[in-house]
């Protein structure tokens, strides 16, 4: 992919992250969006011009004193500006912009209208700014005079009129401090909200699957809605203020430079070009090890959080070396993919040092004969050095800034790639889950007509045409040896996983549970644990309490009476105690149809008959894997699964463990 290509393929990628929160992608072009930023400009630089020509007005008519002091010639010019055309111009750019908006009010609901707002003042701000940077340059150059003609009066004078400039600066340099922080905190919560929203939808957060670390598609999905989002919003504000800071710095200072000498403003041109072109190809390498260096502290920070969650089961295995050893792996990884980027960064370096000196003597090069030939005076010196070191900062921008924009690259690809993928989820939720509204989850009854059944983008078939019903008094035990896919059956009926061909009919939304064989538990209370995905307000105390005692656990109401208490709950609670947990929170959501995947596999036989007689009780459906010849008794029917994708029904009263 060419230089090009690939940077239009970043900007594409910009804009379709950048643009919904400002305007609706889907409803608006990225033209319309173009033209938008412009009309912010041609608002900005109308209002700042008439904020201007208001402020020296009322200055020269109230304080005529000091206007003719700190303002020496801006009346003049002011006048001069708005008796030519280009005062009518900058005005007719200004009722443009302004129309432009109107036009496209209706797309900008939702408080889109907010950081345009935000970004129009902080654009009003740097422009300020720029007007008092230029007129630093003249005041430079007037102080270096007065030294020159020991011209101690003028000198004082020059003297205040910088320190007014700096005072009036200062008071804006901390409300854009403030402001665009701000703005990037709001883009923030705002663009975070929408992928966590997308996230949790269609199941994309299981399909995309972060543990699954042979899937190369997205890696660290968490990793990208809280650091790639807070560094891509930040960042994009940064660079697009430094950007139309560097826009306006290159016009305004230009023109100083040109009006002191022409030939010095095409060097700096020609210099900047060419250094800018050097460190553009000599950094092209950064943004593939950003990128990767992302992924890699990405990968080290999840195993340190998988030993953590995992401390007890590795402190009985004693597996403390070979989780060093997997730590140390992923730690290599990131050591090493950062000592190449350590070495680019350090070669690059070289290189924007090496401009930066010599940028420092080409104004004296070209000032000096004329100097010496009297052709300006001595304060050019100083003026010419400002303007010219403005200017080539303006120019050099990506130069000073490549190693940031690389990561920023990097982070665009990531936090793109990672949208566009559960964007794309969404808009496949048709082929990839059955929707809870459509016909597939509806009625009382669990229909299976003539399913072939594969894993996910695999071919390997694990049940071959399979038909079979379940209604509201059924009881189903699906048996079979390890891999031959139990769990998957589970996870096709409970519209997990996709069927290759034919048809599933499954209950609506809350009348189906699955529990598995090492329960889920959320990080809340223990309240929150038990009523878990109901509302915490939907149940009494006492009635929390009398399911937890239903479910043999009336140790867990003596050790935590408070039940807003919050606890490592995996870590506290035993596996047996946590799949009673699971039984409770059944109980609680009283669903018609239960999915139990060796729910009851760290209990003991006698706990195990008193659960399922309590779902047997509460008149319940459900559907079992287990390996315990006494999960027969509380059965109806048996699934028997070969493997091979053969499978035959059989009624659990004849049923034999031993004989199969």
């Not at 009003?124 to 020159?148: P, Q």
């Not at 004082?156 to 200062?170: D, G, H, N, R, S």
Request: aromatic share 10%; charged share 20%; net charge neutral.
């Amino acid at each position: 992919m060419g230089p090009l290509t690939a940077f239009r393929n970043q900007l594409g990628k910009l804009q379709r992250l950048a643009q919904p929160y400002f305007l609706p992608i889907e409803e608006t072009s990225g033209a319309q969006f173009f033209l938008l930023v412009l009309s912010l400009l041609a608002i900005v630089v109308g209002v700042t011009v008439l904020i201007l020509t208001a402020s020296v007005a009322a200055a020269g008519r109230f304080l005529p004193v000091l206007s003719a002091r700190f303002l020496p010639g801006i009346p003049d010019r002011i006048s001069s500006l708005w008796g030519s055309p280009l005062g009518l111009v900058l005005m007719a750019l200004m009722a443009g912009g302004f129309v432009a908006f109107l036009s496209m009010r209706t797309k900008l609901r939702q408080g889109r209208w907010l950081p345009w707002l935000l970004m129009g003042v902080i654009t009003l701000l740097i422009l300020v700014i720029n007007g008092i940077n230029v007129g630093i340059s003249f005041i430079a150059r007037n102080v270096d005079n007065t030294l020159v003609a020991f011209d101690e009066e003028g000198f004082w004078k020059i003297v205040a009129i910088y320190a007014f400039c700096l005072v009036l600066a200062l008071p804006i340099r901390a409300l854009q401090s403030y402001l665009i922080p701000k703005l990037g905190l709001l883009w923030r919560e705002w663009l975070s909200g929408r992928l966590l929203a997308r996230y949790m939808s269609n199941r994309a957060y299981y399909i995309l699957n972060p543990n699954d670390e042979s899937s190369s598609d997205i890696d660290n999905p968490d990793q990208r809605i809280s650091d790639d989002t807070r560094s891509f919003t930040g960042t994009s504000l940064s660079v697009l203020v430094e950007v139309i800071a560097a826009l306006l710095t290159f016009f305004s200072f230009i023109i100083v430079l040109w009006n002191i000498n022409g030939r010095l403003a095409l060097l700096l041109l020609a210099y900047s070009v060419i250094g800018t072109g050097l460190i553009v190809f000599a950094s092209r390498r950064l943004v593939a090890l950003n990128y990767q260096q992302l992924k890699l502290e990405a990968d080290f920070r999840y195993g340190l959080v998988h030993i953590r969650d995992n401390a007890e089961s590795i402190a009985f295995y004693r597996g403390e070396r070979q989780e060093s050893k997997e730590a140390e792996r992923r730690l290599d990884g990131a050591i090493r993919n950062y000592d190449r980027l350590i070495i680019w960064e350090a070669m690059i370096s070289v290189i924007q040092r090496s401009y930066d000196y010599f940028s420092r003597f080409l104004p004296w090069l070209v000032i000096a004969p004329i100097y010496f030939a009297r052709e300006v005076d001595f304060g050019v010196f100083g003026q010419s050095s400002i303007a010219f070191s403005q200017v080539l900062f303006s120019v050099s921008y990506i130069v000073n800034n490549i190693d940031r924009l690389a990561a920023f690259s990097a982070s665009i690809s990531r936090l793109e790639g990672f949208q566009g993928r559960v964007d794309g989820i969404g808009r496949s939720q048709v082929e990839q889950l059955p929707p809870a509204e459509s016909p597939a989850a509806s009625g009382d009854a669990i229909v299976v007509r003539h399913v072939n059944l594969t894993p996910p983008e695999s071919e390997r078939l694990l049940i071959r045409d399979l038909s079979l019903s379940l209604d509201s008094h059924d009881r189903l035990l699906v048996v079979g040896p390890s891999g031959c896919g139990k769990t998957s059956f589970l996870r096709m009926v409970s519209g997990l996983w996709p069927v290759s061909s034919g048809d599933v009919q499954r209950p609506a939304v809350g009348e189906l549970l699955f529990i598995p064989q090492k329960p889920y538990m959320i990080l809340g209370s223990l309240r929150e644990q038990l009523c878990y995905p109901q509302q915490p307000h939907r149940f009494s105390d006492e009635h929390l309490r009398s399911v937890l005692e239903q479910v043999c656990l009336p140790d867990l109401v003596q050790r935590y009476p408070d039940l807003d208490v919050k606890q490592d709950w995996p870590r506290l609670l035993s596996l047996g105690e946590q799949q009673r947990l699971a039984f409770a929170r059944l109980l609680l959501n009283s669903p018609k149809f239960v999915v139990l995947d060796e729910a009851t596999s760290a209990l003991d036989v006698a706990t195990e008959r008193h659960l399922y007689g309590l779902l047997r009780q509460r008149e319940m459906a459900f559907i079992s894997v287990g390996h315990r010849p006494t999960l027969v008794s509380f059965h109806h029917t048996v699934l028997e699964l070969v493997g091979d994708g053969g499978w035959r029904l059989l009624p659990a009263a004849s049923y034999d463990f031993e004989t199969t």
